[in-house]
């Protein structure tokens, strides 16, 4: 149970994929202009790595060694193009405001990236606990980027006005360059946050 | 007359207005990975030009050949993805043969650029604005032309950082995205240019 544990909060915060590893970067600055977006695009991705992660782990021995890679990206596609439909037919507007990067879910690197450097090698068990810590973790990095941004661009937050209809907000944010300032300075204030956790210990 | 005048539009867009890294945010890992020196963020461009030039038109070709009248686009992604990968494998082969120390020193990206979301990207696009199959694939070339642009002037940049005195939470990568900011501020500069 210790070990699970240990998978668990790996993925959210010590190897955390966005902010730690820097994997699936595009998706993180491309749809991170509303809270709504982010979480959407978090959640459709850590069910497409939960998806490829169980068929790995269960399949990963009667894949051959040479066609591994390709035969993951299949996998992988796969659950895309089943999140890609389900998202056009339950929610238009998500469909809309993500676009193209749900068929990117594909080359997420850091689905792939599970797959080789863990689901090929350890259990199903462990192969689900690890999705989901990597997946949540990845949601939380798309929520807290998105909320920054959509607070500071749009004055908004899950599309809930928090100033007044005229005040003026710094639109910068909501724009491609506040994408990477903002996950600049997201990082740089995980790095000192957690430098002053080590000194107090 | 039009024709070359859309062409034109295509080109400058691809290259300045809706640059690949920095208005689509399409290919930032290479962007970031590869770009700490200015040889090997100009080989892996060349590379990236060749395998999305070719991919756009085997997709373009594939697309309207075999999914449309078939009627089975929702296995769009699917298809596409395979193309690339096959195509990456024939990259490597090649350099491998030609270019030893190309091949060296740009190891590990070039399986990679499997999981370049741009070449992915650029050729989704493609289909999706409805682009003739010349346009598709000089649309798909000029991208690769604005990822190289945005890819040097950014290992430029680094290359000068190393040395710069950065405070410590900065070090490294979230320097790295503050002059990305300030660079794609620049080229929103360009947006004016075609509507």
Redesign the interface.
Known sequence: MNEALNIFTRGFVRENPVTKM??????V??VTTSAVNGLGMGLATTFVLLGSNVVIALASKAIPNTVR??SF??VI??F??IV??LIQAFSPELNQSLG?FI??I????MI?GRAEAFASRNGLWYSIIDAIGMGLGFTFALLLLSIFREVLGSGTIFNIPLVGEDASTIL?FA???????G???I???L??LE?KMGDKK | MNEISGLLLVIVSAIFVNNVVFARFLGICPYLGVSRKLDTALGMGFAVTFVMTIATAIGYVLHYGILVPFKIEFMQTIMFILVIASLVQLVEIVLKKVSKSLYNSLGIFLPLITTNCAILGVALIAIQEDYSFVTSVVFAFFSAMGFILAILLFAGIREKLEEADVPKPFKNVPIGFISAAILSLAFMGFSGLVK
């Open positions: 820097l994997l699936g970067l595009c998706p600055l491309a890679i390709p990206i299949l596609a796969t895309v193009t890609d439909l193209i068929p990117l594909v080359v997420n690197c792939l910068v724009l491609p360059p506040g994408a990477f300032a996950l600049g300075l990082i740089a204030g790095n000192s430098k």
